[in-house]
């Protein structure tokens, strides 16, 4: 953009404003120092200028005696007399101030280009920043160039906008599964009451109530999570200190019951330890790993639940048996809506562990899952204990 662009648009570019900075310091240097120096001439040294006065009569005497003979282009030669201290003073401050006059424009010149070329990258981002802002993230800036604020700036913008397009990607993947999720069993009932409907005599009433009960239990279900999910991403407004430890025994209290009718082994070892977050949320993370280890597991299977501190931190550890994963599917397993199917069926809504890991966000803590060896998953989490500082983003 030109300096006449940014006047137009009723402000100063700031390759202007640095070139008026370059030209009004030294403006103001050079107007100090002309100020500094006519002092100095006018009080410090001592003029004599007896004698200068007579050489300079005789001269002028001399002078008009001779023919005039035209010199330079104008045909006419000028001196100046200084007989005077009151006339140096004056040549010195005229001479002065026509060279600060020729430096400031010459520094305004200069400040100019200097500018420009100053700040050259940051134009070439702008150009790029709009290109990035069309209908894809794909682009990148990627300044290249000496070391400098610059290309610093520029690589960080471009890490920010990798981290965008990622998190923009998990969101349409996301709105995507979540529209699937909850457009199944809602279609699966429309179609058990259109046949219903069709064929009032074939249906007994009390087992398509029950089915429908169950689809509708499992669309609540999804919603709830999926709210749950929503409000952990928007973090936790006031923490409140929460023993973990009184929270895991009523979680395992809860879901005792279906592992029991799942032939699960649910065990647990709780050390007291304190947190400060939010009660409701850490019960949602408490019983969604309860639910992930029971029901994604084995007949006869284990799950072990284990609440402890260390140092300034709370760990919650999760195994349960299983079959064997990858470690590339346990990492996909805390994506939405990516369920682990077993050899007979699938189950849950794909949800738990996409709660655990956004509620462990929330609370300034993190998770992650492990394969064993011998089948199943380990899952950790760590959250900082009551009274320590969260770790810096």
């Known amino acids: 953009m030109s300096a006449s662009e940014g006047l137009r648009r009723g402000r100063l570019t700031i390759r202007t404003r640095l070139t008026l900075l370059y030209g009004a310091m030294l403006l103001t240097f050079g107007t100090v120092l002309i100020a500094i120096l006519y002092t100095l001439m006018w009080f410090v040294p001592s003029y004599n200028l007896a004698a200068a006065t007579s050489v300079q009569v005789t001269a002028v005497e001399a002078e008009r005696a001779r023919p005039v003979q035209p010199s330079g282009p104008s045909g006419a030669s000028e001196a100046v007399a200084i007989t005077s201290k009151q006339d140096v003073l004056s040549v010195l401050l005229q001479l002065s101030v026509a060279a600060l006059v020729a430096m400031t424009l010459i520094a305004f010149l200069l400040g100019w280009l ?54 923009f990607q998990a969101q349409e993947r996301f ?98 330890v304190v947190v400060d977050g939010d009660a409701d949320l850490l019960h949602h993370l408490l019983i969604n790993l309860l639910h992930n280890a029971v029901r994604h597991n084995e007949a006869e299977g284990t799950a072990r639940l284990e609440v402890s501190a260390q140092e300034d931190s709370a760990v919650i550890t999760m195994t349960n048996s299983g079959e064997v994963i990858s470690p590339e599917l346990a ?56 009274g320590s500082a969260p770790p810096q983003p």
Do not use: C, W, Y
């Open 175 to 272: 709105a995507a599964n979540a529209a699937h999720e909850l457009r199944t069993p809602l279609a699966t009932t429309r179609t058990m009451l259109q046949v219903a409907r069709a064929h009032p005599e074939d249906h007994d009433v009390g087992a398509l109530t029950s089915k429908l009960l169950k689809t509708n239990e499992r669309s609540i279900t999804t919603v709830e999570s999926l709210l749950t999910l929503s409000r952990a991403d928007h973090g936790i407004d006031a923490a409140q200190p929460v023993d973990l430890a009184k929270a895991a025994a009523d979680a395992v209290e809860q879901v005792r019951q279906e592992a029991a009718d799942r032939r699960i082994d649910v065990r647990s070892d709780l050390r007291p």
């Open 331 to 386: 990492e996909r397993l805390f994506e939405p809506f990516h369920r682990k199917r077993s050899r007979t069926q699938a189950t849950g809504h794909g949800l738990g562990l996409t709660l655990v890991r956004a509620i462990a966000h929330s609370h300034h803590g993190t998770v992650g899952g492990t394969p064993n060896p011998e089948g199943g998953l380990t899952v950790t989490v760590v959250l900082p204990a009551a």
């Open 114 to 167: 200097i500018a420009g070329r100053i700040l050259s990258p940051v134009h070439r981002m702008t150009r790029s920043a709009g290109v990035i802002a069309g209908p894809t993230l794909h682009k990148r800036i990627r300044l290249r160039g000496p070391r400098d604020e610059f290309t610093d700036l520029a690589d960080t913008i471009d890490t920010m906008l990798d981290r965008l397009h990622a998190s």
